[in-house]
């Protein structure tokens, strides 16, 4: 504010004390020019130098990583990972049916023992 009634008292205009990037005129001048996009890779001349390939892999500086890749099967449950539990299906000896073993059965049939000794 002091500058300017500084400027005001000289009878200068404060805009010939303002930097040129700070004009509109340099604003313009920066964006006039117009960035065309690139067509995709596939529709790019082909040349005959060598293609161009991936960087090789460095590895790089740091605290290396505690975490493991999962396996297939896993699923990572929060911060863990657990392996998925594969449930047994019970056969019960005795009746041979499924959901229960001979010490819960409730048949009062004693089937025979095929082919165990
Ligand atoms: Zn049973």
Redesign the pocket.
Known sequence: MHGMATLLSYNRNHIDFIDSKYKKETFIHAYTPVIYGINEPNMWQKTNGIPIQCPDFKKQRGKPKKKRNLQSDEVRIGRTSKLRRTYVVVR?E??G?DG?N?AT?D?SVVMSRVGKP
């Open positions: 019960c005795k009746c049916l229960h001979r059965c048949k």
